[in-house]
């Protein structure tokens, strides 16, 4: 089955400590980004990924890195969380850049206090 | 950069009725225009999308218009049913450099038996 993955799904934590969101995807596709959903905001997207070891902000890159060593994988890096950056993430992929269907992932819900 | 505006952003319909999300772009250079559904507690499911050379497209209930001229695009869903109750996100990408999709805002439908 076509999927994005990510994980954890749910994850609470304090400010200051480092955390990782895994996103992986089973489409040999070669783009991938991250995107938070605020209400309100809608979908902004954070980082995102042409191929490997191509990397690209977005509109809200502040606060996040991202890494891409192997085409299925795509992970959000949180090194030192803030309470603004609680949020719902979602990880996407597509065959390309633009006007290609992008799969999203189930999302993961943080919460930094 | 491109700017996605989206209206309502609520919008409540009795079952059978029909529904109708709006959406305008700023960058007449935008070309593909995708619709996404977001149904609770799972990703951005894409459910039709036009690209710029075509008026309208239709996908059974749904169907999506486009006014290049005046910069807006539309999606039209007939006959709603309760399980048409999502948010709904429409989207602009800019066939450019590393081009990506601007989301609007999302519009929460709500579909009462």
């Known amino acids: 089955e076509a999927q994005v993955t990510q994980n954890p799904r749910y994850l609470i934590t304090v400010t200051g400590k480092k955390l990782t969101v895994t996103c992986s995807q089973n489409?040999?596709?070669?783009?991938m980004s991250w995107y938070r959903q605020d209400p309100g905001l809608g979908l902004r997207q954070i980082y995102y990924s042409m191929n490997v070891e191509v990397t690209d902000k977005g509109d809200v890159p502040e606060g996040y890195k991202v890494s891409r060593k192997e085409k299925r994988n795509f992970p959000l890096i949180l090194e030192s969380p803030s309470p603004n950056q609680t949020s719902l993430y979602f990880c996407?992929?597509?065959?390309?850049?633009?006007?290609?269907?992008?799969?999203f992932g189930p999302g993961t819900r943080l919460t930094v206090t | 950069g491109e700017n996605v505006e989206q209206h309502p952003s609520t919008l409540s319909v009795q079952e059978g009725d029909s529904a109708v999300i709006k959406c305008t772009y700023s960058?007449?250079?935008?070309?593909?225009f995708p619709w996404y559904k977001q149904e609770l507690g799972k990703g951005p499911q894409l459910i039709i999308d036009?690209?710029?050379?075509?008026g309208e497209k239709k996908d059974q209930r749904i169907a999506v218009t486009l006014n290049k001229t005046a910069k807006h695009f539309s999606l039209h869903i007939t006959e709603t049913q309760p399980e048409d109750s999502a948010v709904y996100f429409c989207?602009?990408?800019?066939?450019?450099?590393?081009?990506?999709?601007?989301f609007g805002k999302g519009t929460m439908l709500l579909v009462s038996p």
């Open positions: 996407a992929s597509s065959a390309d850049r633009g006007a290609y269907e992008q799969y």
């Open positions: 960058d007449s250079a935008s070309n593909y």
């Open positions: 989207a602009a990408s800019i066939p450019s450099g590393y081009s990506t999709l601007t």
């Open positions: 036009i690209r710029s050379n075509v």
């Open positions: 489409m040999n596709h070669e783009y």
